[in-house]
């Protein structure tokens, strides 16, 4: 049903991504798919890396890494922004149009009052994109 | 659900497998990144306080906070107290040190100017290989936009008229042989073509070639650091050739707290004068009273406007804001053009240009100045005040200027804003005089500084128009300092992070609004803005100190189109 899953990955939050990486890799195994990681970082300096195309290397080694857990063929992308923080929706909706995927797996956080104010990431890619979008909350959360 | 990823993802913070000893591909071309082992944000505190994210620099962040909190709490308090304390630091600068404010800006500007023409001006910011993140039109309208925009609008009209007047009253001196007159250099007494030609000259000097090359070096030291070098986007990080990994410690986090003092407390007191400036210029169109309500609601609604702007960011948000900025200064400048004397101000540009190039040598002279009001009270007083500014500009240009060669970035920062000025001062500055000179109209000189504009163009036609397009520029141009500045001070306060959660860049922008209002209602904003000034001096130092770091960072990049095999060499 699906061909190609996207993945947006921040490597400086890797612990938070798990549930949505575990839910990827069944996924992708079950319905045969490639594996895209997205990644959106700032062009300054940042904690993961300094540069954009070493933020890139990063984030093949860790698709390289992932492959190893579910074999299915993977691919990364690296959009770069002046201000990350606020181009991220609109990044995350070119991308998916870019990568071609039909579904999207997001980690998310557990709703709160502040999601009025400032909207998770989610609804907004499943409001402008045509792909599905599955958002895994973290597992703490889930019981 | 047992596939989770293996612990040795590549995100590992550690520092020594951070550390880019090997296999770190450089910016996009060659360049030549800093060997260090510090990891930006690992001196950040994250949080989820109440639901809501934060990733601060624990000491820069609480530091800063304590240190503008004490401010404003002794400037509320001891108004009385205060404000002699601060005007007298500020006048002991520019009286005692002013020489060292003009030293050090010709130095700024000199080095800027001839990196231009020599082959260093081919490094590429971010590597030869990056390209822009702007165009052209949005990356040139933020740069002016947050530079200077604002005091174009209120000195345009008054300055040129001011050192006319006193150019034209000539020289008094005092009973100690000092002089007691404000004219520029050796005044023009009686000599109305000479005082025009002085009061333009004196008039471009102040937002020339000085002011942009202070910026110019705080934002290319900063951009070749951050984007060739690999260091935080922080004011520390030029610091690096002479500190060395020192600036991870106190000597940098002094170093930026200092710049969230001055651009906070800048933008803070400018919000608050400018509020009431422009609340003058709407009581004097329509009457609508300039009282506290007036002033509150004003502040209130560019607060929320530049809230509304940082939200979407740099490029959907400050870019758009900066570009309707300069179609409305354009429109301002054209109608001025046309219906002003329009030759006079066509010839006037070459004049003005050719007389402030020949006065420039003796209006820079750092020493033996006779001209002490001058250049004391209006050249350092300028100095102070751009330099000042040159943490929070500089920063803010540094960032989008990302793919721009040093050339490219230095002729749009120098040069082009320059002559931008050159013909703003002159479109709105000849005007002024040609209705004193030949139309005996002295309404617009003795209108208050902050009318002076409203009043010349009363006597243009379309009057209403141009004048409410006036006060729509000073109220767009306050909301595009107020968010560029609340993303500087963000990250200066994230550690240099650009990418820290959004909540944060709200705060910043709220506690600007809510500090003009509560020094607006309780006093003390020419205070403070006066001991925002005094820190001009500190970071003259600081850009003598990007002046030697950008020579050095620049020496060790490769230069673009000509590619060197890349070595394993540190600055």
């Known amino acids: 049903m699906f061909n190609t899953i996207m993945v947006p990955v921040d490597l400086a939050h890797i612990e938070t991504l798990e549930p949505a990486l575990a839910v990827t890799a069944d996924m992708a195994k079950h319905h045969n798919a490639r594996i895209c990681y997205v990644g959106i970082t700032a062009i300054t300096p940042g904690s993961v890396a300094r540069t954009p195309e070493e933020y890139e290397q990063k984030l093949n080694a860790f698709a390289e890494k992932r492959k190893e857990v579910h074999g299915q063929p993977v691919s990364v992308k690296v959009y770069a922004s002046a201000d990350p923080t606020a181009d991220l929706d609109d990044l995350l909706i070119k991308a998916t149009k870019e990568v071609q995927a039909d579904l999207v797996v997001m980690a998310t956080h557990p709703p709160r009052h502040l999601d009025a104010l400032i909207p998770s990431h989610g609804g907004k890619v499943a409001t402008h994109t045509q792909a599905s979008v599955f958002l895994v909350r973290p597992t703490d959360a889930q019981d | ?571």
């Open chain 2, 1 to 571: 659900m047992a596939t989770i990823p293996d612990d040795k993802s590549p995100d590992d913070k550690t520092p020594s497998e951070a550390a880019p000893s090997e296999g770190i591909p450089a910016p996009e071309g060659a360049a030549n990144l800093i060997d260090t082992d510090y990891v930006i944000g690992q001196d950040n505190i994250t949080a989820s306080p109440l639901g809501i994210n934060v990733d601060l620099h624990g000491k820069v962040f609480l530091f800063s906070s304590i240190v503008i909190l004490l401010f404003v709490i002794l400037t509320l308090a001891l108004q009385d107290q205060m404000e002699p304390i601060f005007n007298s630091m500020f006048s002991f600068l520019t009286t005692n040190l002013g020489w060292f404010f003009l030293l050090g800006a010709n130095v700024f500007a000199l080095l800027a100017l001839v990196l231009i023409f020599t082959p260093l001006g081919k490094v590429r910011i971010g590597g030869a290989d990056a390209t822009p993140d702007f165009g052209y039109l949005g990356w040139f309208s933020m740069l002016f936009a947050a530079g200077m925009g604002i005091g174009l609008m209120f000195y345009g009209v008054a300055e040129p008229l001011g050192h006319y007047g006193t150019a034209m009253g000539g020289i008094s001196v005092g009973e100690d042989g000092v002089r007691t007159d404000w004219a520029p250099l050796g005044a023009a007494a009686g000599d109305q073509a000479g005082a025009i030609d002085l009061s333009m000259a004196a008039t471009i000097f102040h937002w020339g070639f000085h002011p942009w090359g202070a910026y110019a070096i705080v934002g290319l030291s900063l951009a070749i650091f951050s984007f060739n070098k690999g260091l935080p986007l922080t004011m520390r990080s030029i610091f690096y050739p002479i500190l060395g990994e020192r600036i991870w410690g106190w000597p940098g986090h002094v170093i930026d707290i200092l710049a969230v003092f001055a651009t906070l407390f800048g933008l803070t007191t400018s919000l608050g004068i400018g509020a009431t400036q422009a609340a003058g210029g709407l009581e004097y169109l329509f009457g609508i009273p300039a009282n506290d309500t007036t002033l509150v609601l004003l502040i209130l609604g560019i607060t929320l406007v530049a809230l509304g702007s940082i939200m979407l960011g740099v490029d959907k948000g400050v870019q758009r804001l900066s570009q309707i900025n300069m179609v409305l200064a354009a429109l301002l400048l054209g109608f001025v053009i046309i219906v002003g004397p329009t030759l006079m101000i066509a010839t006037g540009v070459v004049d003005n240009l050719v007389g402030y190039v020949t006065h420039l040598p003796a209006l820079s002279m750092p020493f033996g100045r006779e001209d002490a009001n001058f250049s004391q009270g209006w050249t350092a007083f300028y100095w102070a005040w751009w330099i000042a500014w040159s943490p929070f500009v500089g920063m803010f240009i540094a960032r989008v200027s990302r793919g721009r060669t040093v050339r490219e970035f230095l002729i749009s920062v120098l040069l082009i804003p320059t002559l931008a000025s050159v013909v703003w001062m002159t479109a709105f500055g000849t005007t002024a005089i040609d209705q004193v000179v030949n139309s005996g109209i002295t309404e617009v000189q003795d209108a208050a500084l902050e009318l002076q504009l409203f009043t010349m163009l009363e006597y243009l036609p379309l009057s209403a128009i141009t004048s409410f397009i006036g006060i729509v520029l000073v109220i767009v141009f306050f909301i595009t300092s107020s968010d560029s500045g609340s993303l500087v001070i963000d990250s200066i306060t994230a550690g240099g992070k650009v990418d820290a959660p959004k909540p944060q860049r709200i705060f910043w922008a709220l506690i600007e609004g809510a500090l003009a209002i509560a020094l607006l209602l309780g006093g003390g904003l020419a205070a403070l803005q006066t001991a925002a000034l005094t820190t001009g001096l500190p970071f003259t130092l600081v850009l003598l100190v990007g002046c030697y770091a950008i020579v050095k960072g620049l020496m060790s990049e490769p230069r673009s189109g000509k590619p060197e095999p890349r070595k394993a060499k540190t600055v």
